[in-house]
T-cell receptor
Framework: NAGVTQTPKFQVLKTGQSMTLQCAQD?????MYWYRQDPGMGLRLIYY???????DKGEVPNGYNVSRLNKREFSLRLESAAPSQTSVYFC??????????FGPGTRLTVL | ELKVEQNPLFLSMQEGKNYTIYCNYS?????LYWYRQDPGKSLESLFV?????AVKQEGRLMASLDTKARLSTLHITAAVHDLSATYFC?????????????FGTGTSLTVIP
């Protein structure tokens, strides 16, 4: 039982490049989330998916897109990376309003 | 605008001492979540408080929820070095749906031997 897994763990991009962050969970949870964590700002929700086939914007969605590929997988795409997107990205899953389980994170640097 | 505010933001305390971290939130919610994050690591769930008056304890940590005051506390008893971490509280919007979780900015706790 791996819980929530994320790939890659680290990534360096140049401004304007694109990339997709992958997330998968094996707990059969309906809800999945993408957050970014910046120093002094806690975690901010980018997008969430309450169930397979649905996605909704969170607090800071600009510059990102998501895909809920199936119940297990929820990916986050940066179409044209900007330095302001340098951050640590966490994926999480939960069963409705129960506690969230977080992945190990992806450290992204945009030069 | 929803606000989740924690204080203090930074806390340095000696081993063996007691202290309380406060979490205030600006919206109606029956649930409150506490998480712990070690440096460079992910977040780990500590407590889910499900209703007004809820109290949960795990080792030297005890969390409580007052939904009328929109306040949760995380009390640390006889701190030990292993409790050094950043602690976050969070609420979900709309309440009890698990749709959007809003986190406080965190309290960075350092326990000094």
């Amino acid at each position: 039982n791996a819980g929530v897994t994320q790939t890659p763990k680290f990534q360096v991009l140049k401004t304007g490049q694109s990339m997709t962050l992958q997330c998968a969970q094996d707990m059969n949870h309906n809800s999945m989330y993408w957050y970014r964590q910046d120093p002094g700002m806690g975690l901010r929700l980018i997008y969430y998916s309450a169930s397979e086939g649905t996605t909704d914007k969170g607090e800071v969605p600009n510059g990102y897109n998501v895909s809920r590929l199936n119940k297990r997988e929820f990916s986050l795409r940066l179409e044209s990376a900007a330095p302001s997107q340098t951050s640590v990205y966490f994926c999480a899953s939960s069963e409705q309003a129960d506690t969230q389980y977080f992945g190990p994170g992806t450290r992204l640097t945009v030069l | 605008e929803l606000k989740v505010e924690q204080n203090p933001l930074f806390l340095s305390m000696q081993e063996g001492k007691n202290y309380t971290i406060y979490c205030n939130y600006s919206t109606t919610s029956d649930r409150l979540y506490w998480y712990r994050q070690d440096p460079g690591k992910s977040l780990e769930s500590l407590f889910v408080l499900l209703s007004n008056g809820a109290v949960k304890q795990e080792g030297r940590l005890m969390a409580s929820l007052d939904t009328k005051a929109r306040l949760s506390t995380l009390h640390i008893t006889a701190a030990v070095h292993d409790l050094s971490a950043t602690y976050f509280c969070a609420v979900d919007i709309p309440p009890n749906t698990g749709n959007q979780f809003y986190f406080g900015t965190g309290t960075s706790l350092t326990v000094i031997p």
